[in-house]
C-alpha cells in the first residue's frame, strides 16, 4: 500500500505529493486529468512570486515538480469510491482497479457550473470568465455582467465594480438571493445595474471575443441586447465530490468538511483545496492546503500503529 495515496493532481494533489515524498514515504497520486483546472486557464497573475504565466504552462510545472520526486503518477483514472474502516483506506476506481493507502488525501477540486448558452463555451477565456478575483483585472475600465444573484454573484459584482466601468448584474428569478448587507452595498454603487427576472439566452461575440448578451425579461418576453466586454458566470461552483456522498461528511454544497489540519470526518483521510470547505478557491490556497493535509497525513503515520 501506498503510504499516502492522492486523489487528484491539481495545485492541490501536486502539493501534497510533494510534501508527501520529501517524508521519503511512498506517495501516489490518482488524477482523471493531472494538472486539474488550471489546464483550462490562460493567465495566471496572482501565483505569488510567479508575476505572470499561463495555465497549461503552470500545469506542466506542477507535473515536473512532482516527477522531480519518487511519487507514482496515475493519470487519467478516475476514482470511483472510497472505503474506509479497516487497516488501510481503500479507492476504487471506475476501470475496477483498486488502491491501497494508509492515508488518503481527498483533492479532486472543483467545476464552475455553466449557463449553458450559445457563446459560453466559445468565448470562454475570451470575455466569458467565471472567477473575478483572476480575471477581473482584465476587464479594468470595460463594460461587463455578472451573471447570478446569490451570494458569489453580488460580491463578484461589488468587486468587479471597483475595477471596470460598468456592471450590469443578471437575476433570473424576481428576487436577489444574497445577503441583505451584500444587497445594501451593491444597490449604493453608482456603476451598476440591476435585472431581475432576466434569463440570458446568448453570449455574442466577434468571432474572438465577446461583445454582448442577449437576455429575455422574463416578465414581457421581450429580448433585450446589452453590449459589453465580458460576462462574469457565478451560479455556482460544484465539487467534485460526488462519489463520496456515502463515506465521508460533506456541507450542504457538497464540499468535504475539514478542520484546520485538513482531517475529514474519517480517521486516516485528509482533503485539500477546491473540494473542501476551504473558503477562496484558489491556486495558491489549494497548493498550501495541499502541503498541509500532506503534513497532517504524515503526522497521523507517525502517531498510527499501521506502521
Ligand atoms: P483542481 O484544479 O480542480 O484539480 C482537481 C484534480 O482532481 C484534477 O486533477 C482532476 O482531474 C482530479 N479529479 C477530480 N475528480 C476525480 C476523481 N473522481 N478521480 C480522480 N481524479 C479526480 N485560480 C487562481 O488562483 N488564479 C487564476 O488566475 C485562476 N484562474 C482560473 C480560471 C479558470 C477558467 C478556472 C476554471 C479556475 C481558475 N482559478 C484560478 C481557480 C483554480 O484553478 C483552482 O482554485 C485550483 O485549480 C484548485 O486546485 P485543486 O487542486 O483544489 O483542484
Known sequence: PYDVLIVGGGPAGAA???????????????????????????????????????????????EEHVRAYDVDIMNLQRASRLVAGGKLVEVQLADGGVLKGKTVILATGARWREVNVPGEREYRNNGVAYCPHCDGPLFKGKRVAVIGGGNSGVEAAIDLAGVVQHVTLIEFSDVLRADAVLQRKLKSLPNVTIIMSAQTTEIHGDGKKVNGLTYKDRNTGELVKVELEGVFVQIGLVPNTEWLKDTVALSRHGEIEVDARGQTSLPGVFAAGDCTTTPYKQIIISAGDGAKAALSAFDHLIRSSVA
Open 16 to 62: 501534497a505529493a510533494v510534501y508527501a515524498a520529501r517524508k521519503g514515504i511512498r506517495t501516489g497520486v490518482v488524477a482523471e486529468r493531472f494538472g486539474g483546472q488550471v489546464l483550462d486557464t490562460m493567465a495566471i497573475e496572482n501565483f505569488i512570486s510567479v508575476k505572470e504565466t499561463e495555465g497549461p504552462k503552470f500545469a506542466a510545472a506542477l
